[in-house]
Nanobody, 121 residues
Framework: QVQLVESGGGLVQAGESLRLSCAAS????????MGWYRQAPGKQRELVAR???????NYADSVKGRFTISRDNAKNTVYLQMNSLKPEDTAVYYC???????????????WGQGTLVTVSS
């Protein structure tokens, strides 16, 4: 019913920047929160940043001051601007969206397929 398409991952050197995008499509009535999570090898998935419908945001302490989350409601898209990347930011980044779907007005949490970010030292 709702699909997420992520883009923007890749291989960069420490100190460089990347911008991730995640576009939602399908039977969407309303999108509430949108966020990015990441999972490094051998570690649990963790929250990176989240943005609510009213544009309030929260970030993991490890990325504060370096990453910025934003959203374009007209495009149902969330972005993650990542600056001053560090090798420890290397992970698969997953988009997460909380939606209300059309017709049933049921709540639905959707995950993207993940995009790999690799930061070399």
């Amino acid at each position: 019913q709702v699909q997420l398409v992520e883009s923007g991952g890749g291989l960069v050197q420490a100190g460089e920047s990347l911008r991730l995008s995640c576009a939602a499509s399908g039977s969407i009535f309303k999108i509430n929160a949108m966020g990015w999570y990441r999972q490094a090898p051998g570690k649990q998935r963790e929250l990176v940043a989240r943005i609510m419908a009213g544009d309030s945001t929260n970030y993991a302490d490890s990325v504060k001051g370096r990453f910025t989350i934003s959203r374009d409601n007209a495009k149902n898209t969330v972005y993650l601007q990542m600056n001053s990347l560090k090798p420890e930011d290397t992970a698969v980044y997953y988009c997460n969206v909380d939606t209300i779907v059309r017709v049933s007005f049921r709540y639905l949490e959707v995950w993207g397929q993940g995009t790999l970010v690799t930061v070399s030292s």
